[in-house]
């Protein structure tokens, strides 16, 4: 294992992925962000420079940080924003894990503004490694844009009209395919508009291929005449289907596939596609485009994409492990956690909308983290975070309710993958949970990973081991839903937490001096 170290420069800039240029933040100039690749067991040190005029906090999506919670980046969680104009580095050994992870923002919604990236972790334990099981990797990040500063957009949601006269969050301007979206022009006056071409993915025929999709927004993801094969959800390999032809992917979602070029083909093209799935975005105007193209090309010479739509089979999350790991089949603690929409009456008398833990919207005080308030011996404000205690190692379940009979959640859970042993429709009680008949859990080597789609009005019951100590959010990846209050968070071990050790750099964000003027919280 060796060190490896990033020096990153944070900065807003002008671009234009889907052709519409506005104000946007970047890492060393470029969008997507820069990959961060390591092998497992190395540590990675990310010196992260902010020339922005806003706070910044870099999460590494995925990534367990045993041990390091001070380094999992999440304002108001786990550090006090990097003060404009300063520098501030993250240092984590990826110890256990290997696959396809990303990193982003976790400040507001930022990452919505630019602030993302692949990470790639490599390992001889992977049962998928180059020159044996494929000859060659692909990233292909799917993402969503807008064409207003996120911050603008959080402001308007928070107030009684919210944005474009709509409180539920806003469905996309464009969809990216790798940082690159195709904007209808004609629909803006903005004399700035380019019409892009579609982003190419090369390939040479003959070869297979890795495709690591990193998923920021819900689609289908498919490529034409080319079937998945699926190596990997999330960081977990499994031993999955042979030949999907369409993949539905949430937003944090990662997928590993391997897809085989044909011989003899040179020159030919397929479209990639990236369709969004209405059911977890409100209010998609019915004439909106929902499908984000790319082009996979042969090389070899130019020619036009093909246009044969995928059959449709679907991946499930019933899939197994390649490496069996089968979860305690008791558990020490259990808790149920259940998220909805609603509003907040100000002290204006105005309704705000908002979403819910169990009847609390998360209220961000950024510059009081709770792995702070924890290591100091404190206690978190139930009024303030809807939170879990599991002060012992063992198995733990986490009951989710999505209940919002509306749309469709993408959860994730950070500092562990967790085991899906149990989902069904409606929604679970702590007593109903307590009477369930838990042989019909599944035990024998369930799907493992760090983020899942639970359909509307539905539950999903996951099993952690409580071994790492921190404070770890549960939070919808819909970046929106997380700027109104959508986090929860799981406390593993507070007597642990005490002992962690935290860098000085770390503690002195949280300085007086760090803090900007009017902001007092
Ligand atoms: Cu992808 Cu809280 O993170």
């Known amino acids: 294992p060796v060190t490896r170290t990033f020096d990153w420069t944070l900065s807003l800039a002008t671009g234009a992925p889907d052709g519409v240029e506005r104000e946007m933040m970047v890492v060393n100039g470029q969008f997507p962000g820069p990959l961060i690749e390591a092998n497992q067991g190395d540590t990675i040190i990310v010196n992260v420079r902010n020339d922005m005029t806003t706070g910044a906090g870099i999460h590494w999506h995925g990534i367990a940080q045993k041990g390091t919670d001070w380094a999992d980046g999440v304002p108001g969680v786990s550090q006090c924003p990097i003060p404009a104009g300063s520098t501030f580095t993250y240092k984590f050994t990826v110890a256990n894990q290997f696959g396809t992870f990303w990193w982003h923002s976790h400040m507001g919604n930022t990452m919505a503004d630019g602030l993302l990236g692949p990470l790639i972790i490599h390992s001889p334990d992977d049962p998928n490694v180059r ?51 195709v904007y209808n022009c004609s629909s803006v006056t903005d004399t700035s508009c380019t019409t892009q071409s579609l982003p190419e993915i090369d390939v040479v025929p003959n070869s297979s291929y890795r495709i690591r999709i990193i998923n920021t927004m819900h689609y289908k993801f498919s490529i034409d005449s080319h079937p998945l094969k699926i190596t990997a959800a999330d960081d977990t390999a499994i031993s999955g289907p042979k030949a999907l032809h369409q993949l539905p992917i949430g937003i944090g979602q990662r997928y590993d596939t391997i897809i085989k070029t044909t011989v ?33 090309r042969y090389v070899a010479t130019g020619s036009k994409a093909t246009t044969t739509l995928p059959s449709s089979t679907d991946w499930s999350d019933s899939h197994d492990p390649l490496i069996a790991s089968n979860p305690p089949t008791t558990v020490v603690a259990s808790t149920v956690m259940t998220s909805v929409f609603g509003f ?51 198995a733990a379940d986490i009951i989710i309710n999505n209940h919002d009979g509306g749309i469709d959640h993408p959860y994730h859970l950070h500092g562990n993958a967790f085991y899906l042993v149990s989902r069904g429709s409606g929604l679970l009680t702590a007593p109903e949970y ?88």
């Not at 040179?266 to 984000?292: E, F, H, K, L, Q």
């Not at 100000?346 to 009081?368: C, D, E, G, P, R």
């Not at 008949?437 to 509307?456: A, E, H, K, Q």
């Open 131 to 181: 020159g044996r099981d494929y000859d060659c990797e692909r990233i292909i990040i799917l993402g969503d844009w807008m064409h207003d500063m996120s911050d603008v957009i959080i402001a308007d949601l928070l107030t009684v009209n919210g944005y474009h006269n709509s409180v539920a969050p806003p469905p996309p301007d464009a969809l990216l395919i790798n940082g690159v979206g």
């Open 264 to 296: 003899g083909t040179d020159g030919s093209a397929y479209y990639v596609r990236a369709a969004m799935c209405a059911a977890s975005i409100a209010n998609v105007p019915s004439n909106y485009d929902i499908t984000a193209l790319a082009v996979l």
């Open 344 to 394: 907040i009456t100000n002290s204006a008398l105005q309704s705000i909308a908002h979403f819910f833990w169990n009847s609390v919207t998360w209220t961000n005080y950024i510059y009081k983290p709770m792995l702070f308030t924890l290591k100091n011996g404190g206690s978190l404000n139930s009024s303030i975070i809807t939170h879990a205690i599991f002060p012992s190692t063992g």
């Open 434 to 521: 307590a009477a369930l008949n838990t042989s019909s859990f599944n035990t024998t080597n369930p799907l493992r990973r760090d983020t899942l789609v639970i359909s509307r009005g539905s539950y999903a019951i996951i099993r952690i081991i409580t071994d790492n100590p921190g404070v770890w959010p549960l939070h919808c990846h819909i970046g929106w839903h997380l700027a109104v209050g959508k986090l929860a968070a799981i406390v593993v071990q507070p007597a642990a937490i005490q002992d962690l050790s935290v860098p000085a750099a770390a503690t002195a964000l949280c300085d007086a001096s760090n803090i900007p003027a009017g902001d007092t919280v």
